[in-house]
Each structure stands twice: as structure tokens, then as C-alpha cells.
């Protein structure tokens, strides 16, 4: 079984700072990881994803992801943030390959002040 | 839009009563999944189907059940309800080519009077 901890449930950040969402895992299998956004009273929606390959993923909005084997983390960064990115972040994990249920984690909270 | 729809948007209902919640996926996609998000409990998965047949089960409760029918529309039923049920209860929905990429309704929200 796989399990994700998402170490801050609220991140505070001014407005053109930096971020960086940490998301740990565990898993005894190789794993696909992923970031999910939910902005206020909507559902989640996929940011980013690694399945295989380079281990650093990008999404088209400026947010980054590295995987890290060795320290199991998965963590969410990017650079200069946006009110707009005021948001519920999503991380999860499920197992490589057939039919896999995705484990999420508790969501991290970012709130951008001007 | 991500493509998955859901009914009812809200619902409100009394403890002991039973609802249904409704999830039409992607067109294509085999694959749905239930969620259930609440404030002290996160996003918690229940259940997913597979072209009409259940894949994979997760943290939902005996009072709760679904199916997924042959237009791969799926049912979410919820019984004897429980004040501790209110919630936003998501569907998702994926499919080949996807990427294993989950796609989200809108939700449907929950309240138990």
C-alpha cells in the first residue's frame, strides 16, 4: 500500500515569493506521483505528473515538481507566486502500472497575501 | 470544464434518509472513482469501477454503495445517514490515454440536517 504526507496543511506566502509545497511518500512498489489544484468551490484538477523519466516536471502555469527516489519526496515549487495561485494543493500517489487506486494526501493550503 | 458531470449540486436532506448522487464520466472514459472530501477527514477515496465492474474499494462505509451502469454513468447511494456524512462527495473519471490523469466533477455537496 502507498500513503502520502503532506507536511504543512497551511502555507502563507507573499505575493511574488516563492513556494515550496513538500509532499513525502511511502511505497514499497515504483510509484507515479501527482499534483492536484482545487480552487474555491470547484474540483480538483491535475497540475503536474511524473510517471518515468526526468525526474523534474513542469506545469504550464510556472509550478515545477522534482522527484526524489532516495528521499521519497515529491515537493511543489515555484518561484513567484500569483493571488491567483490561492489555492488547495494536492499530492498523490498511486502504483505503477494495471489497475491502481490513487491515494491522496490531507491538501496544503496556499494562501497568497498581497 | 473537465467533461464529468454530477447531480445534484447540493442536497440537503435528515439523518436516516437515503440519496442518490449521480456521475456521468468523460465521454470514453471507463473508469470512475468516488471521493469523499470533508474538513477533518481530507479527500478520502471510496470506491472505483471499471467499464461496469469494481476495481478497487477504499475507505467507504457498509451504509454506502455504488455501481456503474452499461453507459458507464455511475450511482452513488448513501443510507441511513448520518449527521457525520455531510460532505462534498466527488466523482472522477479516467480513461486510456489519459495519462493516469483523474478528471474531477464539479462535486456534489452534501448536508445532513
Known amino acids: 500500500a502507498q500513503s502520502v504526507t503532506q507536511l504543512d496543511s497551511q502555507v502563507p506566502v507573499f505575493e511574488e515569493a516563492p513556494v515550496e509545497l513538500r509532499c513525502n511518500y511511502s511505497?514499497?512498489?515504483?510509484?507515479?506521483l501527482f499534483w492536484y489544484v482545487q480552487y474555491p468551490n470547484q474540483g480538483l484538477q491535475l497540475l503536474l505528473k511524473y510517471l518515468s523519466g526526468s525526474t523534474l516536471v513542469e506545469s504550464i502555469n510556472g509550478f515545477e515538481a522534482e522527484f526524489n527516489k532516495s528521499q521519497t519526496s515529491f515537493h511543489l515549487r515555484k518561484p513567484s507566486v500569483h493571488i491567483s495561485d490561492t489555492a488547495e494543493y494536492f499530492c498523490?500517489?498511486?502504483?505503477?502500472?494495471?489497475?491502481?487506486?490513487?491515494?491522496f494526501g490531507i491538501g496544503t493550503k496556499l494562501q497568497v497575501i498581497p | 470544464d473537465s467533461g464529468v458531470t454530477q447531480t445534484p449540486k447540493h442536497l440537503i436532506t435528515a439523518t436516516g434518509q437515503r440519496v442518490t448522487l449521480r456521475c456521468s464520466p468523460r465521454s470514453g472514459d471507463l473508469s470512475v472513482y468516488w471521493y469523499q472530501q470533508s474538513l477533518d477527514q481530507g479527500l478520502q477515496f471510496l470506491i472505483q469501477?471499471?467499464?461496469?465492474?469494481?476495481?478497487a474499494k477504499g475507505n467507504i462505509l457498509e451504509r454506502f454503495s455504488a455501481q456503474q451502469f452499461p453507459d458507464l454513468h455511475s450511482e452513488l447511494n448513501l443510507s441511513s445517514l448520518e449527521l457525520g456524512d455531510s460532505a462534498l462527495y466527488f466523482c472522477?473519471?479516467?480513461?486510456?490515454?489519459?495519462?493516469?490523469?483523474?478528471?474531477f466533477g464539479p462535486g456534489t455537496r452534501l448536508t445532513v440536517t
Open positions: 511505497s514499497s512498489v515504483s510509484v507515479y
Open positions: 469501477y471499471y467499464n461496469g465492474e469494481e476495481r
Open positions: 472522477a473519471s479516467s480513461g486510456a490515454g489519459s495519462g493516469y490523469e483523474q478528471y
Open positions: 498523490a500517489v498511486r502504483a505503477s502500472g494495471g489497475y491502481q487506486k490513487v491515494t
